[in-house]
C-alpha cells in the first residue's frame, strides 16, 4: 500500500487551532471508521492521541479531535501549548489485517 | 501499568539477521496482539506485521514477506521479531505496541536500534 499524504508542516500561535490532514483512499481512510493518530515527541516512541476516527484515550486531553470526510482524515488541535509542538502520524487500516501510516506532519508552536 | 520492554541496541553486518524482543506486563499477554513498526533515521513510521499473542496468528507487510517471522512466547509474556537479509536500508528504530487487534496501538515499547553496516 502507498503511504497516506499528510503536510508536512503546519504552525500555529499558542492558543490558536490546526488541523492536519491525512489523505488516503477508499481501500483504507474512505473504506474504514478506523483511523488513528499518533504524536511523537523526539527521540520518543510515538503515543496514540485519537483511534477510531474521533475517539480519545483516557488521559488524552480534549483539546485534540479527530474526525473524517470521504478518504481524508483530520487531526484538530485547539488551545495551542509549547508542549504540542511533534510530529503527528495517522495511521489507518486497510484491510486483510494490515495498516498504513502518513508520512507524518511537523507541528510548530511559533 | 502496561509496559513494553524491549531488548538492546544492535549492530550486523548486512546479510545477517537480528532479534528483536519485546516482554509485556501489566496486562493479560494473550489478549491482545503485538503490532512491530520501525522508523528510518530521520524518516516517518512503518508498520512491518501483526502478530495475535492469543493464536500466533501473523500478517506481515508486502514489502517484508519473506524475510520477518513474529513469534510469541506466552509463558514469559514475550514477542519476538526477527528480520533476515539484513540490507542498510534495514537501519532503523524498530518498535513493538500492543495492538487491539491492527486497529490501533496503544501502548509502545521504547524502541530497538539496529544499525546494519559493514
Known amino acids: 500500500q502507498s503511504a497516506l499524504t499528510q503536510p508536512a508542516s503546519v504552525s500555529g500561535s499558542p492558543g490558536q487551532s490546526i488541523t492536519i490532514s491525512c489523505t488516503g483512499t477508499?481501500?483504507?481512510?474512505?473504506?474504514?471508521?478506523?483511523v488513528s493518530w499518533y504524536q511523537q515527541h523526539p527521540g520518543k516512541a510515538p503515543k496514540l492521541m485519537i483511534y477510531?476516527?474521533?475517539k480519545r484515550p483516557s488521559g488524552v486531553s480534549n483539546r485534540f479531535s479527530g474526525s473524517k470526510s470521504g478518504n481524508t482524515a483530520s487531526l484538530t488541535i485547539s488551545g495551542l501549548q509549547a508542549e504540542d509542538e511533534a510530529d503527528y502520524y495517522c495511521?489507518?487500516?486497510?484491510?486483510?489485517?494490515?495498516?498504513?501510516f502518513g508520512g507524518g506532519t511537523k507541528l510548530t508552536v511559533l | 501499568q502496561v509496559q513494553l520492554v524491549q531488548s538492546g541496541a544492535e549492530v550486523k553486518k548486512p546479510g545477517a539477521s537480528v532479534k528483536v524482543s519485546c516482554k509485556a506486563s501489566?496486562?493479560?499477554?494473550?489478549?491482545?496482539?503485538i503490532s512491530w513498526v520501525r522508523q528510518a533515521p530521520g524518516q516517518g513510521l512503518e508498520w512491518m506485521g501483526w502478530?495475535?499473542?492469543?493464536?500466533?496468528?501473523?500478517n506481515y507487510a508486502q514489502k517484508l514477506q519473506g524475510r520477518v517471522t513474529m513469534t510469541t512466547d506466552t509463558s514469559t509474556s514475550t514477542a519476538y521479531m526477527e528480520l533476515r537479509s539484513l540490507r542498510s536500508d534495514d537501519t532503523a528504530v524498530y518498535y513493538c505496541?500492543?495492538?487491539?487487534?491492527?486497529?490501533?496501538?496503544?501502548?509502545w515499547g521504547q524502541g530497538t536500534l539496529v544499525t546494519v553496516s559493514s
Open positions: 505496541a500492543r495492538g487491539v487487534a491492527v486497529i490501533r496501538f496503544d501502548y
Open positions: 501489566g496486562y493479560t499477554f494473550t489478549s491482545y496482539g
Open positions: 502478530i495475535s499473542a492469543y493464536n500466533g496468528n501473523t
Open positions: 477508499s481501500s483504507d481512510v474512505g473504506g474504514y471508521n478506523y
Open positions: 477510531d476516527v474521533s
Open positions: 495511521c489507518s487500516y486497510a484491510g486483510s489485517s494490515s495498516v498504513v
